[in-house]
């Protein structure tokens, strides 16, 4: 073995080495996706829903399957496997993209339960390992956060599966003594910031962990896999030519594309927390952690640091430290609700920490008292199960009917040919998913008044529907004034600032706009 590629612990050995262990660790990793994925399955919300922060999900829909490109940062990857995994006679488009996150979020475990297995080889005490790899990895799926977005539309349970795959083949150290080890390396890379750009926050961590094994020739083959990864995002501009329905920015030039990948639009919200609101959220993000792991397995966690150079391989304590403090800085600081399922990759390394602990207690137990070790190897798995039962009745949306009622509502309210304005992204979203993709109200006309200032939207709109084309789209109002005599014109939510100029009159769960008397 290379200088420097030892995993740093006497007794270690890959399943590799080990076929029967290779055979039953993958057997252990396809039980751990399964349940999830039954779990995920049976709770996933049947259409669209705002459940979970899941409003954007109708965008993301809307796009995919009209080749188009949805809001930043254009999310290249989620598209084109969301639009092929919906060719699936599963119900609904919608239903089906949910799904497409329930079977991302239960690869993810079963990489979680071989990154664990990896980073806790093989053990002195005589006793395996698997048991604690598996619930660490089941408590992984039972986390509030992951389950979440296991079972919504949303771009996150792919996130959290490349997370898990980075994480996964940087543990695989006799792998990497090949270039193309590090070029799969290097393709998962590219891949997953093809999916979302907080993947960054990730690698950091994990560079310092290779960094002792890092060649010039193996630098280069990952180098040339997260080029080839990254070719993803020529889908951008490609789909834009096609004039879609569904296209945020102009990205058919370079200025319009950087506007969409690079998240223009919410660079506002980076590090915008107001100091007076940074000790409520570190307090809600020390809560958090105990949702996610419970009391018993933050406990676990700690033990798993305190224990560190005994249990973990060489250079991972500080490269998984290092996932944390930079994914929890950035989620801290994000000023918005919703910032929290960026701790996603933060609580893939408290689970690790999980499993380190659990086996430092399991091994102190055997020692020192009568506990047999496989009675102790359940720790995790009782976690899991308890995680499961006090989060399945708010987590589960399979009654979720939220945004279908409304959805019904709008269509049975609005006249023909009516202009729906539209100040919610949830509100909007759902419109363009029931015309772009169920195809139905296409007659009626949905504008987004908070998305008027930009030029391309405009553009947009003016294609989608020609008779708008001498419309001056400053903002709302003056929507209003040249189109009011022609069409029915209605608000999905209430405005203020035009209650002084019209007389909106509420009609079910829409405002119609009628002139003052």
């Known amino acids: 073995?290379?200088?420097g590629s030892a995993p740093g612990r006497i007794g270690?050995?890959?399943?590799?080495?080990?076929?029967q262990t290779g055979r039953r660790r993958n057997g252990l990793a396809l039980l751990a996706a399964g349940v999830s994925l039954a779990l995920y399955a049976a709770t996933a919300a049947p259409w669209l829903t705002w459940a979970h922060d899941g409003a954007d999900g109708g965008d993301l829909i809307a796009a995919a399957?009209?080749?188009g490109v949805p809001h930043p940062s254009g999310y290249p990857l989620y598209s084109l496997l969301g639009r092929l995994f919906a060719q699936l006679p599963l119900g609904s488009i919608a239903f089906r993209f949910n799904l497409f996150s329930a079977v991302a979020a239960a690869v993810s475990v079963a990489l979680v339960f071989l990154l664990v297995c990896n980073l806790l080889g093989t053990q002195q005490d005589g006793l395996p390992v698997e048991p604690i790899a598996l619930g660490a990895a089941l408590v992984w799926a039972a986390g509030p956060t992951l389950w979440s977005q296991a079972i919504i539309a949303e771009v996150y349970a792919l996130h959290a599966l490349f997370v898990a795959l980075i994480i996964y083949l940087a543990s695989r150290t006799e792998a990497l003594e090949r270039p193309r080890a590090w070029l799969g390396l290097g393709l998962a890379t590219g891949l997953g910031l093809s999916n979302h750009l907080t993947l960054t926050l990730v690698l950091p961590g994990v560079a310092l962990w290779l960094l002792p094994m890092a060649r010039p020739r193996r630098l280069g083959a990952a180098l040339g896999g997260l080029a080839l990864g990254l070719l993803v995002y020529l889908y951008i501009p490609l789909a834009a030519r096609g004039d879609p329905p569904v296209s945020w920015g102009d990205a058919r030039n370079w200025a319009g594309f950087w506007w969409l990948v690079s998240g223009q639009p919410y660079r506002v919200y980076l590090f915008a927390l107001?100091?007076?609101?940074?000790?409520?959220r570190l307090a809600v993000w020390a809560g958090l952690w105990r949702e996610q792991l419970t009391l018993l397995g933050v406990g676990l966690a700690l033990v798993g640091l305190e224990t560190r150079r005994r249990y973990m391989p060489r250079g991972w304590p500080l490269a998984g430290l290092l996932i944390v403090v930079l994914t929890s800085a950035y989620a801290i600081g994000y000023n918005?609700?919703?910032?929290?399922?960026?701790?996603l990759p933060a609580y893939l390394v408290g689970v690790t920490w999980l499993a380190q602990g659990a086996l430092a207690v399991r091994e102190w137990f055997v020692s020192r008292t009568s506990v047999p070790g496989a009675a102790a190897s359940l720790m995790p798995l009782f976690l899991a199960l308890w995680l499961v039962g006090a989060n399945y009745s708010d987590l589960d949306l399979?009654?979720?009917?939220e945004v279908a009622i409304w959805a019904t509502s709008v269509q049975q309210e609005a006249l023909p040919g009516a202009i729906l304005i539209s100040g919610d992204d949830g509100h909007t979203f759902a419109l363009d998913y029931i015309q772009w993709v169920e195809g139905e109200r296409t007659e009626l006309v949905v504008v987004d008044a908070e998305l008027l200032p930009y030029a391309w939207y405009q553009r947009q709109l003016m294609k989608r529907y020609p008779d708008l084309a001498d419309v001056r789209f400053a903002e709302a109002g003056s929507l209003i004034i040249e189109r009011l005599e022609e069409r029915p014109i209605y608000l999905t939510t209430y405005r203020e600032e035009l209650?002084?100029?019209?007389?909106l009159e509420?009609?079910?769960v829409l405002w119609r706009v009628m002139r003052n008397r």
């Open 499 to 503: 209650e002084e100029a019209w007389v």
């Open 1 to 3: 073995m290379a200088e």
């Open 506 to 508: 509420q009609q079910g």
């Open 398 to 401: 399979r009654r979720d009917n």
């Open 274 to 280: 107001p100091l007076p609101e940074l000790p409520r």
């Open 336 to 343: 918005t609700v919703d910032s929290y399922v960026y701790l």
């Open 12 to 19: 270690h050995m890959s399943a590799a080495q080990h076929p």
């Open 65 to 67: 399957m009209t080749g």
